[in-house]
């Protein structure tokens, strides 16, 4: 159960990204190396090991990287004993990674494009888009979970790690510009669930409180309102 | 050819990502009910399978829907492991790359191709073919690396990354058509090129993969009639 297995995880504290593989570890009982990237300031064993997307999350296990969030969680699921993340039955597991395509695609662009936006009206748009992704999920929830506490079943398994990494960064924009992207009224089962996703032990260990998450925001926007002022005064 | 229980696929024969799945079903001996839909007319059984995209390819599996090509293709690997052979690798190193390079296809590659493709302005269009040209340089390196001097992405045989790229073959052979600029190039990309060549003479291809030239003239009408929509709409 817990390795001795040489694992090291490449990561930054706010990324929802990074906070899906911690999870995924945790729950699988293993220990690592953990090293906290500064974005503004990339390593070269980041560059390296992901010369592609030169991101975080990067896993590597005996020397070997291995990139991209949902591939790493698989991969940990696939290699290591113990609790399961994905379910066990193909279909289920086939739903399981429909919805998470779902939420990489649709939800998360345009929640990171709230952030991103340069104009209101941009804004307004990527917000627009994140409120019709959720109502999808909710309804996703209603049929998934039959019930139960999370997605899977009665504990913590794939989607609600790859949504749930998300919460604390919604609880950002909440406090930041007043957008409730979960709220009681409109998606009563997701509020219940992330609820139940923030008290859990699993979530506790690894997600930051959402000061955090604003702050990382606050600089991105500095940066980026910093790179224009000096293209413009070229 | 066996089937454990009832297959059914909606596609449409333009459609890459239908194919791929055929291509999977074809590889893996399956047999299974095939459904041309109209995307103009979509049918009720695609509308109620697949409800969020309303999208090709659903498949159908004893009364349940599949939906999203990557996730259908990974679920007949696994459903039906032991119909053929397996197409994802067995080392879950190996698993992994597979699944990260078919991330990449389905992100870098088609964004890049369909900005490209659907460009309003040369300027995009510039822009949208000098990303592809990055992405495709890039895949010439992944490719490198998987097949380790070997005929396919899978090694010996074929496998999920060249199932996850070969449907989209006819489409890649006509961008230098659809959006002006050369995807396989034998000199600039000869391991792809090369690739492309073995992947086309495969009976699975030869069976599911639509002609380059009838796709070419269909996806230009469908441009000019998108592009006539869009105009209407403003006025």
Not at chain 1, 66 to 76: A, H
Request: proline share 4%; aromatic share 10%; hydrophobic share 45%.
């Amino acid at each position: 159960m817990a390795g001795k297995e040489d694992l090291k995880l490449l990561g930054l504290l706010v990324s929802p990204f990074v906070i899906r593989v911690r999870m995924a570890l945790s729950m699988k009982g293993l220990n690592y190396e953990y090293v906290e990237e500064d974005i503004f300031n990339k390593s070269e064993l980041l560059i390296k090991l992901n010369p592609v997307h030169k991101k975080v999350p990067v896993l590597i296990h005996n020397g070997k990287p291995i990139c991209e969030s949902l591939v790493i969680v698989q991969y940990v699921d696939e290699l290591f004993a113990g609790r399961a993340i994905l379910p066990t039955d193909p279909y289920e597991r086939a739903t399981a990674l429909f919805w998470a395509a779902y939420i990489e695609d649709k939800l998360s662009p345009a929640w990171i494009g709230i952030l991103k936006a340069k104009a209101e009206e941009e804004r307004a748009e990527k917000v627009k888009e994140t409120l019709a992704a959720i109502e999808h999920v909710e309804v996703a929830f209603a049929k998934c979970s039959n019930g139960n506490a999370f997605f899977g079943g009665d504990s913590i398994g794939y989607f609600d790690i790859v949504l749930g990494s998300f919460l604390f960064w919604f609880e950002a924009l909440r406090r930041m510009y007043g957008l409730e992207i979960i709220n009681t009224s409109k998606t009563p089962l997701l509020a219940a669930w992330a609820e139940r996703f923030r008290g859990s032990v699993e979530a506790k260990e690894v997600v930051p409180e959402a000061d955090k998450a604003v702050q990382y925001a606050n600089k991105l926007h500095a940066a980026t309102a910093a790179a224009v002022k000096l293209v413009s005064s070229e | 050819m066996a089937g454990g229980g009832e297959l059914k696929l909606l596609g449409t024969w333009a459609s890459p990502w239908a194919c791929r799945v055929r291509i999977a079903m074809h590889l893996k001996a399956l047999s299974y009910d095939y459904v041309e839909e109209d995307l103009d007319n979509k049918s009720d059984l695609l509308l109620t399978s697949n409800p969020v995209h309303k999208k090709v390819p659903v498949l159908i599996h004893n009364g349940k829907p599949i939906s999203e090509s990557l996730v259908i293709v990974q679920y007949i690997d696994e459903a039906f492991a032991s119909n053929g052979r397996s197409l994802l690798p067995s080392d879950p190193q190996e698993r992994a790359i597979a699944r990260f390079w078919a991330a990449y296809i389905d992100d870098k590659i088609t964004a890049s191709w369909k900005q490209a493709f659907s460009a309003k302005t040369e300027e995009e269009r510039l822009e949208g073919t000098k990303q592809l040209l990055v992405a495709v340089e890039t895949l010439e390196g992944a490719l490198r690396v998987c097949s380790k001097g070997k005929p396919f992405f899978g090694g010996d045989s074929v496998g999920y990354l060249d199932v996850v790229l070969g449907g989209l073959l006819p489409w890649l052979q006509g961008t230098e058509a659809l959006c002006g600029v050369e995807f396989l190039d034998a000199a600039r990309t000869p391991l792809l090129s090369a690739w492309a060549e073995r992947f086309g003479a495969l009976d699975a291809a030869k069976a599911v993969l639509p002609d380059v030239g009838r796709l070419v003239e269909f996806a230009k009408v469908r441009r000019e009639q998108q592009a006539a929509a869009a105009a209407a709409a403003k006025n």
